[in-house]
């Protein structure tokens, strides 16, 4: 069974700050994938990053990055120069492969950010 | 972009009635389909996986007779919501992979379908 945390309800920051959302994962399975996605108040889920779990080098768009720590079994989100449309919830998810191939991803808890002007 | 039309945002019905929620590949095919149903302020949890020409996948405690699933073409599946009920009042929101080399890294999601039962 694969398992997502998310250890922190809330968070707030300053706008222009850099902030760690942390997200943790449990799984046996060699391959699996890791992502995060934004969902503001609309409802529809914002895809930001992805990381494979073969993948050499930790994953970067743009503002965010994702610390990787596969032996910890951590994927942590980092959003540099923290801006007011950053406030949303952000959830962690890890894709379980399906024998077609299809990805089904299983969701943490999400963080609700709250960017401070 | 690989883009997925979810129709209707929000929808109010009494109790008692049907809802059926479309989720449409526009750009591409889809063989399978993810339906999620996301209670305020929670997580999205994974009800059924639709299978186009085949029967849905249904997790653990969804009723299949309820959540009707339908994944008629290559780009439509359906989920209707039987009899609905107060307690079935949730975000509703699809999703589906694209294959490919960098797109097969992602799932494309609905805009969600906020379901509201009197």
């Known amino acids: 069974a694969q398992k997502i945390t998310q250890t922190q309800p809330g968070m707030f920051v300053q706008e222009k700050e850099a902030v760690t959302l942390d997200c943790t994962y449990d799984?046996?399975?060699?391959?699996?994938?890791l992502f995060w996605y934004k969902q503001p108040s609309s409802g529809e889920m914002i895809f930001l990053i992805y990381q494979g779990s073969y993948d050499q080098q930790n994953a970067t768009e743009g503002r965010y990055s994702l610390n990787f720590q596969k032996a910890r079994k951590s994927a942590n989100l980092v959003i540099s120069a923290s801006q007011l449309g950053d406030s949303a919830m952000y959830f962690c998810a890890m894709r379980e492969e399906l024998i077609q191939g299809a990805q089904k991803l299983v969701f943490g808890q999400g963080t609700r950010l709250t960017i401070n002007p | 972009g690989a883009v997925v039309s979810q129709h209707p945002s929000w929808v109010i019905c009494k109790s008692g009635t049907s809802v059926k929620i479309e989720c449409r590949s526009l750009?591409?095919?889809?063989?399978?389909m993810f339906w999620y149903r996301q209670f305020p302020k929670q997580s999205l949890m994974l009800m059924a996986t639709?299978?186009?020409?085949?029967?849905?996948?249904?997790e653990q405690g969804v009723e299949k007779d309820k959540f009707l699933i339908n994944h008629a073409s290559l780009t439509l599946s359906t989920l209707t919501v039987t009899s609905a009920h107060p307690e079935d009042s949730s975000f509703y929101i699809c999703s589906a992979p694209a294959r490919g080399v960098r797109t097969n890294e992602k799932l494309f999601f609905g805009s969600g379908t906020q379901l509201s039962v009197l």
């Open positions: 799984t046996s399975d060699p391959s699996y994938g």
């Open positions: 639709s299978n186009e020409g085949s029967k849905a996948t249904y």
């Open positions: 750009d591409f095919q889809a063989t399978t």
